[in-house]
């Protein structure tokens, strides 16, 4: 017979192993359960990024229903960046959609705005400068997984080494980052700390120049009419430079394509 003490142990350490084997079983479904969701939600994340669904917004033939539909899927889009903060297409579509919502339907109606209604017109601006740079910012955290030192680099003028590491996969980040950077100094051409460092940015668009120069049929011209026309002459504007570039655009997109336009009115033109 064994002894007490011995007896008392047993029940002891069975229940133990029973209530380590249940919760070994709940983190197990757990897990499941979480991988699962990961799953789905990196199919619709995969969805949502592709190249049709930007379709739904540019080809809709509404622009009152895009611009009321456009804050809803944008937060969308944030909310599944923030579940899967490493997938770089959900990324390049959260930070675009931002830029292109700041310059459609924040910038525009601010430039539609009639002078007299200052304040109206002031806070809009205000608006989309937050929006661009917001989507700037976004990009830039899949620029700086592909080279950490970007900004750094970048601050100390070192364009080659800033831009080396950055391939054909690349091209839409760069364009869009550098883009949200250039729109949010166009609107306060006052912020000088900005300005500053705009002249950044066409190290960006010179290394999509270099990978794809056609890029965007007319896109990296329209990006040139807006740089050389809101940047003072000292940091690099330019306004024939900016005329020079309205023409190419014009030649290569064909005259239904109105950024080129915007940006000369906008800048050279105001």
């Not at 997938?87 to 007299?116: C, K, Q, W």
């Not at 800033?162 to 100094?185: H, N």
């Not at 330019?238 to 940006?263: I, N, P, V, W, Y």
Request: aromatic content about 8%; overall charge neutral.
């Amino acid at each position: 017979m064994a002894p007490r003490s011995t007896r008392d142990k047993a029940p002891v350490r069975g229940r133990a192993l029973a209530l380590a084997l249940a919760l070994a079983l709940v983190l197990t479904a757990s897990f499941a359960a979480c991988s699962i969701e990961k799953l789905a939600l990196k199919k619709v994340a995969g969805m949502l990024s592709g190249p049709s669904s930007s379709d739904v917004f540019s080809s809709d033939n509404d622009p009152d229903l895009v611009a009321d539909a456009m804050p809803f899927a944008i937060k969308l889009y944030e909310t599944l960046l923030a579940s899967l903060p490493a997938h770089d297409g959900l990324r390049l579509r959260t930070g675009s959609l931002y830029i292109m919502y700041a310059n459609a339907f924040v910038e525009t109606p601010a430039d539609m705005t009639p002078r007299r209604d200052v304040e109206r017109r002031e806070y809009l601006l205000a608006r989309a400068k937050n929006l661009y740079l917001r989507g700037r910012d976004m990009l830039f955290v899949s620029l700086e997984k592909r080279n950490p030192r970007i900004r750094s680099q970048l601050k100390a003028r070192d364009y080659g080494a800033a831009m080396a590491p950055f391939g054909r996969e690349d091209l839409d980040v760069l364009y869009w980052a550098a883009l949200g950077w250039l729109a949010a100094f166009a609107v306060d051409p006052f912020d000088m700390d900005l300005g500053q460092t705009v002249p950044r940015t066409r190290a960006m668009i010179e290394r999509i120049e270099a990978l794809e120069p056609g890029y965007g049929r007319g896109a990296l011209d329209s990006f040139y009419v807006g740089y050389y026309g809101s940047l003072p002459e000292y940091l690099g504007g330019d306004a024939a430079k900016a005329r020079e570039h309205f023409a190419r655009a014009q030649a290569r997109a064909g005259e239904t394509d109105t950024s080129s336009l915007m940006a000369l009115a906008t800048t050279v033109s105001v």
